[in-house]
């Protein structure tokens, strides 16, 4: 069972909105669980669906420092499960076209009859939906659903606030010609 109510601030985000809870913080930011961001390694059963998702995603989650070797097998899931859920509809709508072309209904593709003659969901269907249950949760973990986008600061763009300006202080003036580049992970920050 998950835990109850919102889901916990990060201390660095209590920090920056001003403690408006008035509770003690735990200061110590050293404590935190921060791995280092990295691109793990392709395992090596991994489904050829699910190694183009690998590196379709991989590499975006790493250019926002959102992935780590720690989380490779969680990572691993995403990727498999997202290629399971391709597959499951695209077998869905190749039957639907089968029964297309066959004159029948095409929405009967989601249905069996039971052995009494009873229409039910099919299997595939059913497995359908929760594999993309599965998919939108794990998406959420990493921060890959619209809703969870908002939730999701990642050191980059936290550093970037304050190399523009918008995180206090005003920072020394920058001549408008120069373009500053900008960082691609932890090793680009000084």
Not at 1 to 19: D, F, I, V, Y
Not at 28 to 39: K, Q, V
Not at 42 to 51: D, F, Q
């Amino acid at each position: 069972m998950g835990q109850r109510g919102p889901q916990a601030k990060p201390t660095e985000l209590k920090l920056l909105e001003g403690n408006r809870g008035k509770r003690p913080l735990a200061v110590n930011l050293d404590s935190t669980f921060r791995p280092e961001a990295g691109l793990p390694g392709i395992p090596k059963g991994l489904s050829p669906g699910a190694r183009k998702v690998w590196k379709r995603l991989s590499a975006e989650l790493l250019r926002y420092n959102l992935i780590s070797a720690v989380y490779s097998d969680v990572f691993e899931e995403l990727c498999e499960t997202v290629a399971d859920v391709k597959a499951l509809r695209h077998a869905l709508r190749a039957k639907q076209n089968q029964l297309r072309a066959s004159g029948h209904d095409p929405m009967e593709a989601f249905e069996v009859l039971t052995p009494n003659g009873m229409p039910q969901q099919h299997p595939r269907y059913q497995i359908l939906k929760s594999e993309r249950q599965m998919m939108l949760s794990l998406l959420a973990k990493f921060g890959l659903s619209p809703s969870e986008q908002a939730n999701v600061t990642t050191a980059i763009r936290a550093q970037l606030q304050l190399f523009e300006g918008e995180g206090g202080d005003k920072p020394n003036e920058v001549s408008p010609t120069a373009a500053p580049a900008s960082p691609k992970g932890f090793a680009d920050f000084d």
